[in-house]
Nanobody, 111 residues
Framework: QVQLVESGGGLVQPGGSLRLSCVAS????????LHWYRQAPGKERESVAT???????NYGDSVKGRFTISRDNAKSTVYLQMNSLKPEDTAVYYC?????WGQGTQVTVSS
Protein backbone atom coordinates (compact mmCIF):
# COMPACT_ATOMS: atom_id res chain seq x y z
CA GLN A 1 0.00 0.00 0.00
CA VAL A 2 1.27 3.43 -0.97
CA GLN A 3 0.05 6.70 0.46
CA LEU A 4 0.60 10.03 -1.25
CA VAL A 5 0.28 13.33 0.58
CA GLU A 6 0.29 16.61 -1.33
CA SER A 7 1.03 20.01 0.20
CA GLY A 8 1.90 23.53 -0.85
CA GLY A 9 -1.36 24.72 -2.33
CA GLY A 10 -2.97 28.03 -1.46
CA LEU A 11 -4.14 31.39 -2.71
CA VAL A 12 -1.78 33.35 -4.95
CA GLN A 13 -2.12 36.42 -7.14
CA PRO A 14 -1.81 36.17 -10.91
CA GLY A 15 1.84 36.12 -11.91
CA GLY A 16 2.84 34.55 -8.61
CA SER A 17 4.47 31.22 -7.82
CA LEU A 18 3.80 28.15 -5.73
CA ARG A 19 5.66 24.91 -5.19
CA LEU A 20 3.66 21.76 -4.60
CA SER A 21 5.11 18.70 -2.90
CA CYS A 22 3.91 15.12 -2.84
CA VAL A 23 5.47 12.67 -0.40
CA ALA A 24 5.03 8.94 -0.90
CA SER A 25 5.15 6.19 1.68
CA UNK A 26 6.67 2.82 0.88
CA UNK A 27 9.94 2.01 -0.87
CA UNK A 28 8.87 1.76 -4.52
CA UNK A 29 9.11 5.46 -5.32
CA UNK A 30 12.29 5.47 -7.39
CA UNK A 31 11.02 2.84 -9.85
CA UNK A 32 7.90 4.67 -10.90
CA UNK A 33 6.93 7.40 -13.30
CA LEU A 34 5.29 10.20 -11.31
CA HIS A 35 2.46 12.46 -12.37
CA TRP A 36 0.74 15.70 -11.46
CA TYR A 37 -2.86 16.20 -12.54
CA ARG A 38 -5.37 18.93 -11.89
CA GLN A 39 -9.12 19.26 -11.91
CA ALA A 40 -10.95 22.55 -12.10
CA PRO A 41 -14.63 22.87 -11.12
CA GLY A 42 -16.88 21.46 -13.83
CA LYS A 43 -13.95 20.15 -15.86
CA GLU A 44 -12.32 16.78 -16.36
CA ARG A 45 -9.08 15.89 -14.63
CA GLU A 46 -6.13 16.70 -16.88
CA SER A 47 -2.48 15.71 -16.89
CA VAL A 48 -0.16 18.57 -15.98
CA ALA A 49 3.31 17.03 -15.86
CA THR A 50 5.08 13.70 -15.75
CA UNK A 51 8.57 12.66 -14.73
CA UNK A 52 10.04 9.25 -15.50
CA UNK A 53 12.25 7.26 -13.15
CA UNK A 54 15.23 8.38 -15.20
CA UNK A 55 14.23 12.02 -14.95
CA UNK A 56 12.78 12.77 -18.38
CA UNK A 57 9.77 15.07 -18.23
CA ASN A 58 6.63 15.91 -20.18
CA TYR A 59 4.21 18.78 -19.75
CA GLY A 60 0.73 19.69 -20.78
CA ASP A 61 0.59 22.39 -23.43
CA SER A 62 -1.10 24.87 -21.09
CA VAL A 63 1.77 24.81 -18.56
CA LYS A 64 4.86 24.41 -20.74
CA GLY A 65 7.48 26.99 -19.92
CA ARG A 66 5.80 27.91 -16.61
CA PHE A 67 5.72 24.70 -14.56
CA THR A 68 8.62 22.41 -13.67
CA ILE A 69 8.31 18.89 -12.29
CA SER A 70 11.17 17.36 -10.33
CA ARG A 71 11.77 14.44 -8.00
CA ASP A 72 13.94 13.59 -5.02
CA ASN A 73 14.08 9.83 -4.73
CA ALA A 74 15.93 9.98 -1.42
CA LYS A 75 12.99 11.87 0.06
CA SER A 76 10.32 9.98 -1.92
CA THR A 77 9.02 13.35 -3.00
CA VAL A 78 7.87 14.81 -6.30
CA TYR A 79 7.60 18.57 -6.73
CA LEU A 80 5.73 20.90 -9.05
CA GLN A 81 7.18 24.39 -9.29
CA MET A 82 4.52 26.67 -10.72
CA ASN A 83 5.51 30.12 -11.97
CA SER A 84 3.63 32.88 -13.79
CA LEU A 85 0.38 31.53 -12.45
CA LYS A 86 -2.86 32.45 -14.19
CA PRO A 87 -6.47 32.36 -12.96
CA GLU A 88 -7.07 29.41 -15.29
CA ASP A 89 -4.54 27.41 -13.25
CA THR A 90 -7.04 27.36 -10.39
CA ALA A 91 -7.80 23.72 -9.61
CA VAL A 92 -7.25 20.89 -7.19
CA TYR A 93 -3.85 19.39 -7.94
CA TYR A 94 -3.21 15.68 -7.48
CA CYS A 95 -0.12 13.51 -7.66
CA UNK A 96 -0.22 9.94 -8.92
CA UNK A 97 2.17 7.01 -8.58
CA UNK A 98 1.01 3.90 -10.41
CA UNK A 99 -2.60 3.35 -9.41
CA UNK A 100 -2.30 5.42 -6.24
CA TRP A 101 -3.54 8.98 -5.94
CA GLY A 102 -3.09 11.66 -3.34
CA GLN A 103 -5.98 13.53 -1.78
CA GLY A 104 -5.27 16.73 -3.68
CA THR A 105 -4.28 20.26 -2.75
CA GLN A 106 -6.21 23.37 -3.77
CA VAL A 107 -4.53 26.06 -5.82
CA THR A 108 -6.42 29.30 -6.30
CA VAL A 109 -5.06 32.07 -8.50
CA SER A 110 -6.95 35.28 -7.95
CA SER A 111 -6.44 38.95 -7.28
Amino acid sequence: QVQLVESGGGLVQPGGSLRLSCVASGNIFSNYRLHWYRQAPGKERESVATIASGGSTNYGDSVKGRFTISRDNAKSTVYLQMNSLKPEDTAVYYCRLGTWWGQGTQVTVSS
